[in-house]
């Protein structure tokens, strides 16, 4: 299948909201009051720093997939983010976008990237691994499991 990962850019903020949302509501209904959503209205400026990004995977002018980084401070990132339309699973989305991501990070000269997900993120949370990551803590957010992974660059 065709498809553009790229850069976000200010026409994709509803595709955007409308995946995330979707997945969380669709798959991580508790999860939700773990994670504040309020970057879904403002993507272009909360992942806009000089050091921060947020990328896109389009498909016939549809977003399925998406990756933010987030700088934590001059050696540390965030990865934030990292969602796939369960219709386009399994085809190399995610390993696509995480792979970007961490490549933005190497080229912007972080030293450790941290990802946070819940339990039932358990996709992601492989994914992550795969890559090397390795889970750092693990705490509760509002009665939700939260693993803190670690990837140093």
């Known amino acids: 299948m065709a498809y553009t990962l790229r850069s976000f850019r200010k026409d994709d903020a509803k595709g955007v909201r ?16 773990a994670y504040a959503d309020t970057d879904l209205d403002r993507v272009g400026e ?9 990328f896109v995977i389009e498909e016939k002018g549809k977003i399925v997939g998406t990756a933010g980084v987030k700088s934590e401070s001059a050696e540390e990132a965030l990865l934030r983010r990292l969602f796939v339309d369960a219709g386009h699973r399994n085809m190399g989305y995610g390993s696509q976008l995480l792979k970007t991501a961490l490549k933005f990070c190497r080229d912007n000269g972080y030293k450790k990237v941290f990802f946070r997900c819940t339990d039932r993120m358990t996709n992601a949370m492989r994914l992550c691994k795969k890559e090397g990551f390795a889970e750092k803590e693990y705490l509760q957010v509002s009665g939700v499991p939260i693993h803190k992974l670690e990837l140093e660059l």
């Open 18 to 33: 409308d995946l995330i949302i979707s997945v969380f509501i669709r798959e991580y209904p508790l999860d939700r009051k």
């Open 46 to 54: 909360v992942y806009g720093g000089e050091r921060e990004c947020f």
